[in-house]
């Protein structure tokens, strides 16, 4: 039987206990586990859970401060006479957005950069301030500059101290063991090398240090040298109505010195009332002396502009003043040129004397004359002498300025037509240049009435004023860059026609100036009428270059039914146009133009613009006939005169079948007494079943077209002028009246040049035929 020893028991024991225990371990992890995203709380802890939920989020705190400057490292180091260096500034912005976050103040920076890019400063009451993005920590390095205060054995400077958590000074002063002292501040290091001692301190934040040490050199105190300068002064002198204007010009060129003040005397009487100049610092006007502080002391040269002025007393008929010279005092050499100018009209006398030298105006300093506002009357130059002062003496007369010219008539054509009772129809028609003014007053004659008006072709509504009628020379939406047309009609009661006795017509007066008048009256074709008189002239009388309307068109004339401009003949020449019963030109047709009594024929054909034209014609009778498919051949039996040649016109009527219409003119007869032209009997006609006919041809002479045109018994308003015909149109069915308008008469032309603002009457005799 074998013993079983102590520490045997104990072995088995444990190693049962440790199975024990795994066994335990396995049972536990065999314990049921939840579906995956289910989560067993008990009751309490759900209700805990929903109510954290429902409370809201807590905010942020913000940051007391958008920013922080946490240190400042400031290095520097004498240079020159002034002290130069960096100062890097540490911190960190805490809030979204661009903040202006302050570095430093009472320094001159010269340069701001982070991470090699350049930083935005504003300056704002002295302090430099960075515009930088949050939120983020922030280096800035600043290129910084102080002024060096030096004195007999000392040198000093003050150092703003940046406003951040700590701030570290590196300074470099030239010499060996210089002894140095920093209030408030503490120096931490000293060392010496290289002849320069360099020294490490801790700054009080946001105070200034003040900063200084002793130097071996002692420093002569120099003596400050002559100011010597010249001056040129260029004076503008404004004479108004009520005031005299100065302006000088001054340039003023340093030789020797360093000036930081000048003075000058001001003239008696004369209120400063400008001062620029580009190194003008300040001015100051004490006693009557005008002190000019500049802020750079070592420039060369100066520049100021200086303006005075002082009331006129006796603004009335020569009135006088005297010219100020403005003196720098203490200048070496004193010279300048004068301009005088004035406003408004006068008559202005100067008197120069005491060295004063007259000069043309051109010769004037383009700047000096560039301040002038109205054109300069008179200039001068000068140098000063010590016992030679120059004097300039003004006296002027002032007129009264003229009314600006706001509108003018280039022409004026007028028509009038005649009636057996003596009533009268007038148009009016003005060809304007016109800036501003909106109407045209109108002074018409007793028991006259405007019927219509039209500005640039359309319908205006005239007005009465307490002082006349107003005739509109602008409308809505009208707004003219040249020269356009504006017309009114009116008419006149008038006195009937007796069997014999006297007439007048009369225009109204217009505001306006008229260059030339033109005047067309139109009576009744059965008064013979002579003896004219008045203020017009009868226009075959005025020689032709003095008619602007000849020089204006060269002598064309515009067909009344076919709205074609006819070129004037040449002697020898005969030719004309070809229209249709529309006025339509007809281009094509066949002229044969065959001497009576030799028969010799020539031919032509219309071009596109139905125009004729043959030559070498000899005074004698012929006769014209004109042939075109579709249209009755018509031919023009007429008179022609070498010498003085006339354009035919031939209006062609559809054909119904083969035709032939002749019709017989006779030449223009000239009537000396009345300086009119007048055809008297039946100068052309014919008849197709009672009626009367179209123009089929007529002597339209190309030299007095504009003057005279000729209506006789029987023809058709197609022969009058157009300017007759134009207003017959107007007033069949147009025109708000009723008035036997004359169909037949005899028409007579007047000029009148330069009409302003004056009534317009022609007179005459006449006797019933």
């Known amino acids: 039987m074998k013993k079983v020893s102590m520490k045997s028991i104990s072995m088995k024991t444990f190693v049962v206990l440790l199975l024990s225990c795994v066994c335990a371990a396995q049972e536990k ?3 049921p586990l939840p579906d995956s995203g289910n989560v067993t709380l008990t009751l309490d802890e759900y209700n805990r859970l929903v109510e954290l939920a429902a409370k809201p989020p807590k905010k942020s705190d913000l ?67 960075a515009l930088l993005p949050g939120p983020g920590e ?6 910084a500059g102080l002024p060096l205060r030096v004195e007999a054995g000392r040198a000093a400077f003050s150092l703003p101290a940046p406003a951040a958590g700590s701030v570290q000074l590196s300074l470099v002063i030239p010499g060996d063991h210089t002894f140095a002292n920093i209030s408030p501040g503490i120096i931490t290091s000293r060392k010496s090398e290289n002849g320069h001692t360099a020294i490490e301190a801790t700054l009080v934040p946001g105070q200034p240090a003040n900063i200084w040490w002793t130097t071996r050199e002692t420093v002569t105190p120099t003596v400050p040298r002559e100011v010597r300068f010249l001056s040129d002064a260029k004076t503008l002198i404004s004479v108004s109505e009520a005031e005299m204007r100065v302006a000088v010009l ?58 005075m002025e002082r009331a006129i007393v006796g603004t009335g008929t020569g009135a006088k003043a005297d010219v100020p010279f403005l003196s720098f005092k203490k200048a070496q050499r004193e010279t300048g040129e004068v301009l005088v100018e004035g406003a408004g009209t006068m008559e202005l006398t100067a008197t120069e004397g005491g060295g004063l030298k007259r000069m043309d105006v051109k010769e004037a300093n383009p700047y000096l004359r560039s301040l002038a506002h109205f054109p300069p009357q008179v200039a001068f130059r000068y140098h000063k002498q010590a016992s030679d002062t120059p004097t300039l003496a003004l006296s002027w007369v002032r007129f009264p300025d003229g009314s600006v010219l706001a509108a003018e008539a280039e022409s004026a054509q007028v028509t009038t037509l005649v009636t057996t009772e003596g009533k009268s129809l007038t148009e009016v028609k003005l060809v304007l240049k016109n800036q501003a003014q909106p109407f045209l007053k109108v002074a018409l004659p007793a028991g006259a009435t405007i019927l219509s008006a039209d500005v640039g072709g359309e319908r205006v509504k005239p007005v009465q004023g307490p002082d ?6 602008l409308r809505v ?13 009116f008419m006149h009661s008038g006195a009937p026609f007796a069997r014999k006795g006297g007439a007048e017509l009369s225009l109204p007066t217009m505001d306006i100036p008229i260059s030339l008048l033109s005047w067309e009256v139109f009576l009744p074709e059965q008064y013979k009428v002579k003896d004219f008189g008045g203020d017009v002239i009868a226009a075959n009388r005025v020689p032709a270059p003095f008619r602007e309307e000849d020089a204006i068109n060269a002598g064309r004339t515009r067909d009344a039914g076919a709205s074609i401009y006819r070129e004037p003949a040449v002697p020898g020449q005969m030719g004309g146009y070809v229209t249709d019963p529309s006025g339509a030109v007809v281009p094509n047709a066949r002229v044969t133009v065959t001497n009576s009594l030799n028969g010799a024929t020539q031919t032509a054909v219309t071009d596109g613009q139905g125009r004729w034209v043959v030559g070498g014609m000899g005074s004698g009778s012929f006769k014209a006939k004109v042939e075109m498919p579709g249209f ?27 035709e032939t219409v002749e019709v017989t003119a006779s030449a223009p007869q000239f009537d000396v007494e009345s300086g009119t032209n007048a055809i008297h009997g039946n100068a052309w006609s014919y008849s197709t079943n009672g009626a009367v006919g179209g123009s089929f041809g007529g002597p339209i002479n190309g030299r007095d077209i504009n003057s005279l045109t000729i209506l006789a018994p029987g023809v058709a308003n197609q022969n009058a002028s157009i300017n007759v015909m134009n207003l017959q149109k107007r007033v069949a069915g147009v025109l708000p009246v009723a008035v036997d308008v004359p169909r037949t008469g005899t028409s007579f032309s007047f000029v009148r040049p330069l009409v302003l603002d004056e009534e317009t009457k022609v007179t005459f005799s006449y006797k019933s035929r």
């Open 29 to 31: 992890s065999t314990l």
């Open 477 to 489: 939406g009208f707004h003219p860059t040249g020269s356009y047309t504006v017309s009114f009609v």
């Open 632 to 658: 009755r051949t018509t031919v023009l039996n007429l008179n022609y005169d070498a010498n003085l040649p006339s354009m035919y016109n031939f209006s062609l009527n559809v054909a119904a079948a083969a």
């Open 63 to 129: 940051a007391p401060l958008p920013y922080s400057i946490k240190h400042a490292d400031v290095k520097l180091h004498i240079e020159n006479d002034g002290v130069r260096g960096t100062v890097q500034l540490e911190g960190e912005v805490f809030r979204k957005g661009v903040s202006k976050v302050p570095l430093t103040s009472g320094m001159t920076v010269l340069d701001a950069h982070q991470n090699g890019k350049g930083v935005p400063l504003l300056q704002e009451n002295g302090t430099h301030m």
């Open 250 to 307: 001054a340039d003023i060129t340093v030789v020797q010195g360093e000036p930081s003040q000048f003075h000058i005397d001001l003239p008696e009487g004369y209120e400063v009332t400008g001062v620029t100049g580009a190194t003008l610092d300040s001015t100051e006007t004490n006693n009557g002396v005008l002190t000019l502080k500049v802020n750079a002391p070592g420039s060369r040269s100066h520049q100021f502009l200086i303006s």
């Open 138 to 143: 922030f280096s800035i390095a600043l290129d």
């Open 468 to 473: 006349g009628s107003r005739v509109p020379l």
